[in-house]
Nanobody
Framework: QVQLVESGGGLVQSGGSLRLSCTAS????????MDWYRRAPGEARELVAT???????NYADSAKGRFLMFEDNKKNTVYLEMTELKPEDTDVYYC??????????????WGQGPQDTISS
């Protein structure tokens, strides 16, 4: 079983920065496409940043120019560097990964979601 453990959430003032990290551990064979989602209460989960097929990350329009996703493959960790934070960035942020467990089966793995709160 794989675990995605996130850290780095917290309370920050508007205009500030936060760095989230997500470390994969356990049975990590087949893990690929690690990315970040967020969800506000009562709303659908939104893709924030994704790194499909190892190319440059793609970002939601709301994150472009402010957020940066990068990986440390030696640590099995993906980061989300968030700058110029706004109150509307207040969400629960989730790390996600696809895991290929067989030629025909891909599992969707999720972290527990650190809460980020940005005060105005």
């Amino acid at each position: 079983q794989v675990q995605l453990v996130e850290s780095g959430g917290g309370l920050v003032q508007s205009g500030g920065s936060l760095r989230l990290s997500c470390t994969a551990s356990g049975s990590i064979a087949g893990i690929y496409n690690m990315d970040w989602y967020r969800r506000a209460p009562g709303e659908a989960r939104e893709l924030v940043a994704t790194n499909t097929d190892g190319g440059p990350p793609n970002y939601a329009d709301s994150a472009k120019g402010r957020f940066l996703m990068f990986e440390d493959n030696k640590k099995n960790t993906v980061y989300l560097e968030m700058t110029e934070l706004k109150p509307e960035d207040t969400d629960v942020y989730y790390c996600h990964a696809d895991q290929s467990v067989s030629p025909v089966q891909v599992l969707s793995q999720w972290g527990q979601g650190p809460q980020d709160t940005i005060s105005s």
